[in-house]
């Protein structure tokens, strides 16, 4: 089944203690892309891929880091958590870089709270 | 720069009826796509439909229609014979050529039976 999956889907943390939301997708996606979701601002782009060891920054980056080591996997790390950074995290893959009007496959989100 | 506005935090429509939700925008760029995507309670990301810029005739999908113009740089849709399934949270999305994809704050539809 194609698919975009995200993990953990539910994580409490602490301010400060790094953690790693993990996403892959299995249909040899170029473009992936981390999408944060908050009450009444929608989702804003936090970073995106277009390809292996290419990576740019979206709307709200700060707090954020990236890699895309494998075409397949576009882990999302939060070095120094904050309360702040509490909030609904989805991650995204779409076909081929450069049809824009692809459409984009979501994963099912991650809770996360930071305390 | 590109935004995308959604000014209707909630709307609320009887089943079988129909309800038209508004999106404006605005990009710098000429060729862009816009999206209208549905969030149901499982908080999973729905494509519901998709209108090309350049393309002049307004897209449908079963029940789903926009109503596109350009020049005012309004996107909305109108969901008709609404049904309890509809109840969802939905976003407007603008996707120009750079490959980022902005949304709306979004609309919560909810449908009474």
């Known amino acids: 089944e194609a698919q975009v999956t995200q993990n953990p889907r539910y994580l409490i943390t602490v301010t400060g203690k790094k953690l790693t939301v993990t996403c892959s997708q299995n249909?040899?996606?170029?473009?992936m892309s981390w999408y944060r979701q908050d009450p009444g601002l929608g989702l804003r782009q936090i970073y995106y891929?277009?390809?292996?060891?290419?990576?740019d920054k979206g709307d709200v980056p700060e707090g954020y880091k990236v890699s895309r080591k494998e075409k397949r996997n576009f882990p999302l790390i939060l070095e120094s958590p904050s309360p702040n950074q509490t909030s609904l995290y989805f991650c995204?893959?779409?076909?081929?870089?450069?049809?824009?009007?692809?459409?984009?496959?979501f994963g099912p989100g991650t809770r996360l709270t930071v305390l | 720069a590109q935004t995308v506005t959604q000014s209707q935090p909630e709307m609320s429509v009887q089943e079988a009826e129909t309800v038209t939700l508004s999106c404006t925008y605005d990009?710098?760029?000429?060729?862009?796509?816009l999206f209208w995507y549905k969030q149901p309670p499982s908080r999973q990301m729905i494509l519901v439909i998709r209108?090309?810029?350049?393309?002049?005739q307004n897209a449908t999908e079963n029940r789903f229609s926009v109503n596109f113009q350009k020049a005012a740089k309004s996107f909305s849709l109108k969901i008709s014979d609404s049904q309890l399934g509809d109840t969802a949270m939905y976003f407007c999305?603008?996707?120009?050529?750079?490959?980022?994809?902005?949304f709306g704050a979004g609309t919560t539809v909810t449908v009474r039976a």
């Open positions: 249909m040899n996606h170029e473009y």
């Open positions: 999305a603008l996707r120009s050529n750079d490959y980022k994809l902005s």
């Open positions: 995204a893959s779409s076909p081929e870089v450069g049809l824009a009007g692809r459409e984009q496959y």
């Open positions: 891929s277009m390809n292996v060891e290419v990576t």
């Open positions: 990009t710098s760029e000429s060729n862009y796509y």
């Open positions: 209108q090309e810029a350049y393309k002049q």
